[in-house]
């Protein structure tokens, strides 16, 4: 069974710059799209960058040009680098992962929590202004 474990929270002012870290046990991106998901007070939890096992990205428009995820096959890891952050960017970061051929296009667009079986224990981000 995966585990994932994410790590890189923290406090930062705004324009800062944090880097979150998901540790997978095993070798997840041949078969599985992975993702990081955030979830806001009283939100639901949203897709906000996706690497499918195509290899394409996609990112949420609210997060488009400031954050970069990156995948290290090599080491299991999935990265979130966040830089000119923004106190509405503080939020739970979730790092997930589904079985399957699910575009990473949809994860960023539309609902798709329920098809992520495996999830992180979340890494808590704050923004001040």
């Known amino acids: 069974q995966v585990h994932l474990m994410e790590s890189g929270g923290g406090s930062v002012q705004a324009g800062g710059s944090l880097r979150l870290s998901c540790q997978a046990s095993?070798?997840?991106?041949?078969?599985?799209?992975v993702a990081w998901f955030r979830q806001l007070p009283d939100q639901e939890r949203e897709g906000i960058a996706a690497?499918?096992?195509?290899?394409?990205?996609s990112y949420r428009d609210s997060v488009k040009g400031r954050f970069t995820i990156s995948k290290d096959t090599s080491k299991n890891t999935l990265d979130l680098q966040m830089d000119s952050l923004k106190p509405e960017d503080t939020a739970m970061y979730y790092c997930?992962?589904?079985?399957?051929?699910?575009?990473?296009?949809?994860?960023?667009?539309?609902?798709?929590?329920?098809?992520?079986?495996?999830w992180g224990q979340g890494t808590q981000v704050t923004v001040s202004s």
């Open positions: 997930a992962a589904a079985r399957g051929g699910y575009a990473a296009r949809l994860v960023t667009t539309v609902r798709m929590n329920h098809y992520f079986s495996v």
């Open positions: 690497v499918d096992t195509s290899g394409d990205i």
């Open positions: 095993t070798d997840i991106f041949r078969n599985y799209c």
